[in-house]
């Protein structure tokens, strides 16, 4: 069957093959084709490939699946994978027990299996886990090329936004000086200083500014990155008009920290500012209130209007990237 693929040397093979697979872009049900010196290896998500590589369609052979949850069960789980850990959120134990055996007696590496037992709580976001299956909240989760320690009964990760981290990482030019104001173990200031620019992350959270610091230096960059722990209000006065670039991944209420934003901004410096809003008017109130804090003393020019995903019944988690310019 045809099939997107990434068009390889054979000699690179190996270290290509890894490197997209540690990005989980390689399906489980194809095979990779060797032909004429080139390695075709398909991948599931030929948007999220990785600047560098070039992706062709071509002809590539299926084979059998391995056990999967599903095989198992009758049914599609819902659940995300953090390295070698399993989340689900189920409300009926039974039932979460009864995907917990599953996926532990499929084909996935998995050590633990956690259940979703409250939503993320208080300035730190952490949730609190019902252990299902091992003994572990700490794994190692990779993610386009990066590799991310973290404890997920302490610090807040979401899997789900991976492809919208590759997207705004692409986007960051060497010699950038780039800010996250809620960074929390890295997943933005990593692959942005892995592409050469300086990072500065905060985070109120102590025990992910510890992670974030230990992500420097397992992706080898920590000479790059500056982690401060506090509230970015009242710890970064020494980086008022420095930033290029400024994440803003705090949903419900960047908005009140969008005065210490502009304080920030250098004479030109795009925000990416992260909101959820009713789908009647996902970006309005955001843009609204960027202009409120950033005019008159910048232009202010929306470039990017994006729907990251849905967050609950008529409700969208958006992005806006927005140019100030002074």
């Known amino acids: 069957m045809k099939a997107p693929c990434v068009r390889i040397e054979r000699k690179r093979g190996e270290t290509t093959r890894r490197e997209l697979a540690e990005s989980d872009l390689i399906p489980d049900d194809l095979e990779i084709v060797v032909e004429g010196g080139w390695l075709y ?3 599931s998500d030929p948007d999220a490939v990785p600047d560098g590589f070039e992706v062709v369609e071509h002809d590539v052979p299926t084979r059998e699946t391995p056990d999967t949850p599903a095989d198992i069960l009758g049914f599609d789980p819902s659940y995300e994978r953090l390295g070698d850990i399993v989340l689900v959120d189920e ?3 039974a039932r979460a027990r009864e995907i917990a055996d599953a996926i532990v007696a499929s084909e996935l590496p998995v050590k633990t299996v956690l259940n979703r037992a ?5 300035e730190t976001r952490v949730r609190d886990w019902d252990v299902l299956v091992g003994d572990q909240t700490e794994t190692v989760h990779r993610e386009y090329g990066c590799e991310f320690s973290l404890d997920v009964s302490r610090v807040y990760f979401s899997p789900r936004l991976a492809t919208e981290r590759h997207r705004v990482a692409e986007q960051v030019d060497p010699d950038e000086r780039a800010f996250d104001m809620f960074a929390g173990v890295g997943p933005f200031v990593i692959p942005f200083a892995k592409r050469g620019a300086q990072v500065v992350g905060t985070d109120v959270n102590d025990v992910a500014i510890e992670y974030l610091r230990e992500n420097a230096r397992r992706n080898g960059v920590e000479n790059r990155v500056t982690a401060i722990a506090g509230d970015v209000r009242e710890t970064v006065s020494e980086y ?3 930033a290029d670039r400024l994440v803003m991944n705090l949903p419900h209420s960047a908005g009140e920290f969008l005065d210490t934003a502009v304080s ?3 004479d030109e410096c795009v925000i990416h500012y ?4 009713h789908e009647d008017d996902p970006f309005g109130p955001g843009e609204k209130a960027i202009r409120a804090a950033a005019e008159p003393e910048y232009d202010v020019s929306v470039e990017t209007k994006r729907e990251v995903r849905s967050y609950a ?3 969208l988690n958006v992005c806006l990237d927005v140019r100030l310019t002074r």
């Open 41 to 43: 290896v398909p991948v």
């Open 91 to 93: 409300d009926d134990p």
């Open 118 to 122: 409250s939503k993320v709580k208080g």
């Open 240 to 242: 008022e008009n420095w």
């Open 264 to 266: 920030l901004a250098e």
């Open 274 to 277: 992260y909101d959820i809003q």
């Open 313 to 315: 019944p008529h409700e």
